[in-house]
C-alpha cells in the first residue's frame, strides 16, 4: 500500500479508500514512489531549498536564534539540523548564541539524546541555551527527578561546545533554567525555564529549589526580570518558557485543559491563570518567547503586544499543527479537522533575533524557513522603549486586514462521482490558488488561511446552506510544494441526489473572505444501493462454527459448547449454549463500519428456558453502543438500535424453534419471527461500534468493555446470518423462513405420472410440491435434479405457462440432454426432503427420406404438398418435404399450406415439439405459439444457476406462499396426446 492509500486507509476522510483513490483522480492527485504527487509539486518527508534567497544582514548587532520542538529523532530531523546550521553560520557568521525552547527530544530517552549530543557537537559552533518541554518527560513515567538527571546526565554532562553555559566548566553547569546574558557584560538578559510538574505544564513547582534565591520558577522568572529591568530599563528582556500563556499568540487558548499553555500559577503569589502574565504587562521590556503549539511561524498571529511582547517560535524539526476545527482553519488535506494536517512532517523553521545597541536597542525578529531558503515575509521589528511601534496587538492586526485578492478569471471546477455501491456520489473542488493572494496593504504579513465552500439548494440559491466547511490552503508549504491548483473533496457532505450551488470564498486568518468566481451548479446522482452481503455466516450443521463469509472472522469458543442432532431437521447438527458457552468472533472497526447504516441479522434458534431474572442475549455485540439481540424472563425479545433504549420486540417461548430476523434499514427497526412482521419502530441513528476493546461479536452471549463474553444464553441454535448492504424486506424474509422453517412434505405430494413422459431434446416441466410448516402455512418445496451420471442438471423457471394452481409459486424446468432415471429432490424449510425419480427418454429419430407421395395412396398431391393431414401428436418431425401426406410430429390438426399447422411437418428444419432437433433453453423464450410457428412452448427466463446446489441442498431462491390453502399442485402430462393447451 502506497502513502496515498495508507493515508486514506486510516479512515480520516469521511469516503471509502475506493472512492477518495476516485476522487483523487478527479483532483489530480495521485502516489508514485510512495510518496504523495500533486499537480505540479512531488515531495518527501523534507524539502531542500531549491533556490536559497536570504536577505543580507547589516549592522553590528547582537544576533542569536530560538528553536523549539525539535523532537530527536522524529521526521527525518538529523538532515534537517545539518541543513539548518550549516545555513546558519554561512548566514549569519557573526551569530552569538541558540536557546532551544523545550522538546529538544521526542521522549527524553537515552538513545534520543546520545543522538542529540552527537548533532549538537557536530553542527553547533556557537554556545547553545537548552531547557527542557513536556516531552523530556515522557520516558520517565511522571517522575520529574528521574527525568531532570537524564537530562543533566545524558544531554548537558557530554556536550563539549565552547563557551556553552550549561556544559561541564560553564558559568550554569548541569543547570536546567539558565538566566544570563548575550553578547556580553552590556548584553542582553536571557531567562530560560524548563517546566515541571502538574501534567509537565507547570511552572509552580521548584525543580532546583534555592538555586536562584526564589521557591518556585515563576518567582525566579519575576526576580530575574525586575534586575534586569532595574539595570537598564531602555533594554528588552528576553524570556523563555516552552509553553505560552493564555490568549497571547494563537494559538493560546484561555482553557488550560485544551493542552496548549503553560500552568504560570501558583498558591503564594500568582492565583489564577492571569495573574503572572498581568504582572508582566508591567514590564513592556518582556519579550516572552513560547514553542509547544507548532504554528507555523508563517501566520501573523504568531506575534502578540499587549503590556509586553509574545512571540510563537514555530517547529524546528517536527511537524506543523494547527487550530483546526471545520470551521476554523478547516480540514486539512487527509480530511481530518484535528490540526494535524497529513503532510506537515516536512516543517524546519526558527527564529533570528536582533538588537541593535546604537538604535535604542531596537530589535527585529526575522523568521527562518530553511525548506523555502528564505526569510517569511517581513521582519518584526520594534522598540521595548517605544510602545509607538507596537504594530503588532492582534487587535490592530484585526482592524487593518483586508480580503484576499481574487483574480477576475479565477473559477472554481465541482467535480462529481459516480456513487460505488452503498455510498453517496463525492463531490470535489478545485480552486485556482495562484490566482488567489493575500492583501498585504492591510496586514502585511496576510496569508490566506483557508478556502469556505458553501452549498445550497440549487431551488433555493439564497437559503440556508446545506453544507459550510473550510479547508486549510498550502500556505504552510514551502513554495515549490504549493500546487497551482488546490484541490479536495468535499469532506463530511452527504448531499443526497438533487441539483446544487457552490459557492467558494478565500479566507484569512481573521475569517475576512472574497468570493471566488461565480457559485457553480451540479448534480448529484441517486445512491447505488449495496446488495445484502454477508457479513457472518455460521451453520453449525456440520459441526463446524466457522464462519463461511468471505470475511472469516477467526473464532474462539468460550465454555463448553456442544452440539446435538435435531430430528425435527433431519438429524442436522444444531449448537447447544448452556448459559455458560458461547462463540466469539473477532471483529474490526471495517466490518462495524459496514453495519452502521443498514444490518440483518438472522437466526434459527430454540430459547431451552427462559431467564429467571435480568436479561440474556442471543447474537450482539453492544457495550455502551452497538448491536443488541436480548430477551429477558417475561418471553420479550429486544432488537435495540444504537442508542440502547429504542428497540423493536417480538414475544418469544422455550421449547420451539423459532426463525427470527432482525433488521435497522436506516430509518426503521424491525423484527420478524417465522417470516411475519412483528413490531417495527422509527429508527434513524446509525451503529456504532460497541465501547470495547477487542472487538467481538459473540453468538450466545455479548460483549462487555474488555471484550469478554457476558448475559450468556441457554439456547440451542441451527445458525446465523448476518447482512449489511440493503436490509431484508418482508418479501426477503419470507424467502430466509422458506429455507429455514420447520416443516413436512406429504408422502403423496407427486401423483404417479405427473412427470408424464420426458424426452431428450424436450421441455420437462417439473410438478410444484408444497410443503406445510408448524403454523399450517404452505411453503413451495425447491427442487434439484441429477442426472444419471450424477451430475446436477441446471433448471429454468418457466414463465407464461398454466402450470400451477397456486399463487405466488415459481414453476421449474428443464431440457434432458441424456436419457436414463434422473432424480429430483424437494427441499423445503431447513430439513424437509422429498426425493423421487423418473426415466427420460431417447429422442425421437427422423427415418431416412421417403417419397413424398406414398405409391399406395395416390390421392396425395405432389403438385400441392400441402394437403396432407398435420397428424395426431405423432413422435416423428416428418419427412424434409414441407406437408407430407403423413405430417407425422405435430400436436394435432391437419396441415395446411408450407407450414404444416401447429406442429405438423413443416420445411426441412421443423419446429414442434415433434422435432427430432435439441431444445436449446436459451431460446425457448424466443419460441412463439401462433399458428404460424411449428410448436407452442412456454416462455422460459434465463436459466438459473441458483438451481444447481446438491441433493437435499437447499436453493438460494425460493417463492413462499404463506397462509395460501394446501393445494395440491396440478398433474402434468407430457407426450404423444392431444394435449398441446396445457403447453
Known amino acids: 500500500m502506497n502513502e496515498l492509500e495508507n493515508a486514506y486507509e486510516r479512515g480520516t476522510f469521511g469516503v471509502s479508500r475506493r472512492t477518495f483513490m476516485k476522487l483523487a483522480g478527479i483532483a489530480g492527485v495521485t502516489a508514485m514512489g510512495g510518496m504523495l504527487v500533486f499537480p505540479d509539486r512531488a515531495y518527501g518527508l523534507y524539502t531542500e531549498p531549491t533556490d536559497p534567497h536570504w536577505d543580507a544582514l547589516t549592522g553590528d548587532k547582537v544576533r542569536f536564534t530560538v528553536h523549539s520542538d525539535t523532537h530527536f529523532t522524529k521526521y527525518d530531523m538529523k538532515n534537517k539540523f545539518a541543513l539548518a546550521f550549516n545555513t546558519i553560520y554561512e548566514q549569519i557568521p557573526d551569530i552569538q548564541a541558540h536557546v532551544f525552547d523545550g522538546d529538544t527530544t521526542e521522549n527524553g530517552a537515552d538513545g534520543e539524546y546520545a543522538d542529540l549530543v552527537e548533532y549538537f557537537n557536530t553542527y553547533v559552533k556557537r554556545p547553545p541555551i537548552i531547557c527542557m518541554g513536556n516531552h523530556e518527560m515522557y520516558a520517565h513515567n511522571g517522575n520529574l527527578s528521574e527525568a531532570i538527571n537524564a537530562f543533566k546526565n545524558n544531554a548537558l554532562a557530554k556536550l563539549t561546545i565552547p563557551d556553552m553555559p550549561q556544559a561541564p566548566g560553564g558559568t550554569h553547569e548541569g543547570l536546567v533554567n539558565f538566566a544570563g546574558k548575550i553578547g556580553g557584560d552590556d548584553g542582553y538578559w536571557v531567562i530560560a525555564a524548563s517546566c515541571g510538574l502538574n501534567y509537565d505544564y507547570g511552572y509552580q513547582i521548584p525543580s532546583e529549589a534555592g538555586e536562584y534565591g526564589a521557591p518556585t520558577p515563576v518567582q525566579w522568572m519575576l526576580q530575574c526580570i525586575q534586575e534586569a529591568v532595574a539595570e537598564d530599563p531602555d533594554k528588552p528582556v528576553f524570556v523563555f518558557t516552552h509553553h505560552p500563556m493564555p490568549e497571547t499568540v494563537h494559538y493560546s487558548p484561555e482553557n488550560f485543559g485544551a493542552g496548549w499553555i503553560g500552568q504560570f500559577h501558583d498558591d503564594d503569589m500568582f492565583v489564577g491563570q492571569y495573574a503572572f502574565q498581568e504582572k508582566l504587562a508591567e514590564y513592556p521590556q ?79 525578529i526575522r523568521r527562518m524557513d530553511f525548506r523555502e531558503g528564505a526569510y517569511i515575509g517581513r521582519p518584526w521589528t520594534f522598540k521595548v522603549s517605544d510602545q509607538s511601534t507596537w504594530v503588532y496587538s492582534h487587535a490592530a492586526m484585526e482592524a487593518a486586514n483586508k480580503p484576499p485578492i481574487v483574480a477576475d478569471d479565477a473559477q472554481v471546477v465541482v467535480s462529481v462521482s459516480e456513487p460505488e455501491p452503498g455510498e453517496n456520489a463525492q463531490v470535489s473542488f478545485t480552486i485556482p490558488a495562484d490566482k488567489i493572494t493575500a492583501d498585504a496593504t492591510g496586514v502585511e504579513d496576510d496569508i490566506v488561511m483557508s478556502y469556505r465552500m458553501v452549498v445550497r439548494p440549487a431551488s433555493d440559491p439564497q437559503g440556508e446552506p446545506v453544507y459550510d466547511a473550510c479547508f486549510m490552503s498550502d500556505y504552510y508549504l514551502a513554495s515549490q510544494n504549493r500546487p497551482a491548483e488546490f484541490s479536495r473533496p468535499l469532506f463530511g457532505a452527504s448531499l443526497e441526489a438533487g441539483d446544487y450551488v457552490l459557492t467558494a470564498y478565500a479566507r484569512n486568518p481573521w475569517e475576512n473572505e472574497a468570493q471566488i468566481g461565480e457559485a457553480v451548479e451540479f448534480t448529484v446522482p441517486e445512491p447505488v444501493a449495496v446488495p445484502m452481503t454477508a457479513m457472518l455466516a455460521v451453520s453449525f450443521a456440520n459441526g463446524s462454527a466457522a464462519d463461511t463469509s468471505e470475511f472469516a472472522h477467526a473464532v474462539t469458543a468460550y465454555g463448553n ?6 430430528s425435527e431437521f433431519g438429524d442436522k447438527l444444531v449448537a447447544n449454549f448452556d448459559g455458560a458457552s458461547c462463540y466469539g468472533y473477532g471483529f474490526a472497526q471495517e466490518d462495524y463500519d459496514k453495519l452502521a447504516g443498514s444490518v440483518t441479522r438472522e437466526l434459527l434458534v430454540k430459547f431451552n428456558e427462559l431467564p429467571d431474572s435480568g436479561y440474556r442475549d442471543i447474537f450482539s455485540s453492544g457495550e455502551g453502543v452497538g448491536h443488541w439481540i436480548e430477551y429477558d424472563g417475561s418471553g420479550t425479545l429486544y432488537h435495540y438500535g444504537n442508542n440502547g433504549s429504542t428497540c423493536a420486540t417480538a414475544q418469544i417461548e422455550a421449547g420451539v424453534w423459532m426463525h427470527l430476523v432482525c433488521t435497522f434499514d436506516g430509518s426503521a427497526l424491525r423484527v420478524y419471527r417465522d417470516g411475519a412482521l412483528v413490531d417495527e419502530v422509527e429508527y434513524a441513528e446509525s451503529y456504532q461500534a460497541p465501547r470495547a476493546n477487542p472487538y467481538v461479536w459473540y453468538i450466545g452471549a455479548d460483549t462487555d468493555g474488555d471484550g469478554e463474553a457476558q448475559c450468556w444464553s441457554n439456547a440451542k441454535i441451527a445458525f446465523v446470518n448476518m447482512y449489511y448492504g440493503t436490509a431484508a424486506d418482508d418479501a426477503a424474509v419470507a424467502q430466509m423462513y422458506a429455507k429455514a422453517a420447520v416443516c413436512t412434505i406429504a408422502d403423496d405430494a407427486i401423483a404417479e405420472g405427473a412427470f408424464g413422459e420426458p424426452e431428450v431434446g424436450k421441455l420437462c416441466i417439473l410438478p410444484t410440491v408444497m410443503a406445510t410448516d408448524v403454523n399450517g402455512a404452505q411453503i413451495q418445496a425447491v427442487p434439484s435434479v441429477t442426472a444419471p451420471d450424477g451430475t446436477q442438471v441446471e433448471l429454468s423457471r418457466v414463465e407464461g405457462g398454466e402450470v400451477s394452481t397456486l399463487a405466488d409459486t415459481v414453476t421449474y424446468g428443464f431440457t434432458p440432454t441424456v436419457e436414463g432415471c434422473h432424480e429430483v429432490v424437494y427441499t423445503a424449510g431447513y430439513g424437509a426432503t422429498y426425493a423421487v425419480t423418473f426415466s427420460v427418454a431417447a429422442a425421437a429419430t427422423t427415418g431416412p427420406d421417403e417419397p413424398t407421395t406414398d405409391p399406395d395412396d395416390p390421392t396425395g398431391d405432389p403438385s400441392n404438398p400441402g394437403t396432407g393431414d398435420g397428424g395426431q401428436g405423432g413422435n416423428q418431425g416428418g419427412s424434409s418435404t414441407p406437408g407430407g401426406d403423413q405430417g407425422d ?37 424466443d419460441t412463439g405459439s401462433g399458428s404460424d410457428k411449428g410448436g407452442s412452448l412456454p416462455k422460459t427466463s434465463d436459466p438459473m444457476g441458483a438451481f444447481t446446489t446438491a441433493v437435499g441442498a437447499i436453493a438460494a431462491v425460493a417463492t413462499v406462499a404463506l397462509g395460501a390453502v394446501g393445494a395440491a399442485a396440478k398433474k402434468l402430462g407430457f407426450g404423444g396426446g392431444d394435449n398441446s393447451d396445457q403447453q
Not at 287 to 297: E, L, Y
Not at 896 to 920: A, E, L, N, T, V
Open 286 to 364: 518582556v519579550i516572552h518567547f513560547s514553542g509547544h503549539t507548532h504554528i507555523p511561524d508563517n501566520d501573523p498571529r504568531s506575534i502578540w503586544q499587549d503590556g509586553f511582547t509574545a512571540v510563537q517560535t514555530a517547529t524546528f524539526g517536527n511537524a506543523f499543527w494547527m487550530q483546526g476545527g471545520a470551521n476554523v482553519d478547516g480540514y486539512d488535506n487527509a480530511g481530518d479537522t484535528g490540526g494535524f494536517p497529513a503532510d506537515t512532517q516536512d516543517a524546519s523553521q526558527c527564529l533570528l533575533v536582533e538588537v541593535d545597541p546604537a538604535n535604542g536597542h531596537e530589535v527585529t
Open 889 to 925: 410430429g405435430g400436436q394435432g390438426g391437419s396441415g395446411s399450406g408450407s407450414d404444416g399447422g401447429q406442429g405438423g411437418s413443416g420445411s426441412d428444419k421443423p419446429s414442434g415439439q415433434g422435432s427430432s432437433d435439441r431444445i436449446d433453453p436459451d431460446k425457448l423464450a
Open 561 to 566: 459448547p456442544t452440539y446435538e442432532a435435531a
